[in-house]
Nanobody, 124 residues
Framework: QAQLVESGGGSVQSGGSLRLSCVDS????????LSWFRQAPGKEREGVAA???????TYADFVRGRFTVSRDNSKNTLDLEMDSLQPEDAAMYSC??????????????????WGQGTQVTVSS
């Protein structure tokens, strides 16, 4: 079972960058498929970026080219480097994990383990 804790959120100006991290204190991190999701007030949760246990990545169209997802299995960490942030990127960002056989990348309903989230604010 994954136990996920996010960090790195904060406030930036439009065009700025942030790096989010998600640490798993569980024992099975390296076999999990992982993903970042976000949810803004009044909006549906949406998938941002995913990475499988082999390092294959999947991105939502609205972040491709601006965000980079990575994982370090030696440290049980999942990162999201976010560049060229825009006000519409402001949201609560959460990481999620689950066995790869059970998930569809970027589909929130298919992930069992979630962190509490970290807030990202982008001012224009």
């Amino acid at each position: 079972q994954a136990q996920l804790v996010e960090s790195g959120g904060g406030s930036v100006q439009s065009g700025g960058s942030l790096r989010l991290s998600c640490v798993d204190s569980g024992e099975h991190f390296k076999i999990y498929c992982l993903s970042w999701f976000r949810q803004a007030p009044g909006k549906e949760r949406e998938g941002v970026a995913a990475i499988d246990k082999h390092g294959k990545t999947t991105y939502a169209d609205f972040v491709r080219g601006r965000f980079t997802v990575s994982r370090d299995n030696s440290k049980n960490t999942l990162d999201l480097e976010m560049d060229s942030l825009q006000p519409e990127d402001a949201a609560m960002y959460s990481c999620a994990a689950d066995d790869c056989w059970s998930i569809i990348p970027l589909e929130a309903r298919t992930y069992a383990y979630w962190g509490q989230g970290t807030q990202v604010t982008v001012s224009s």
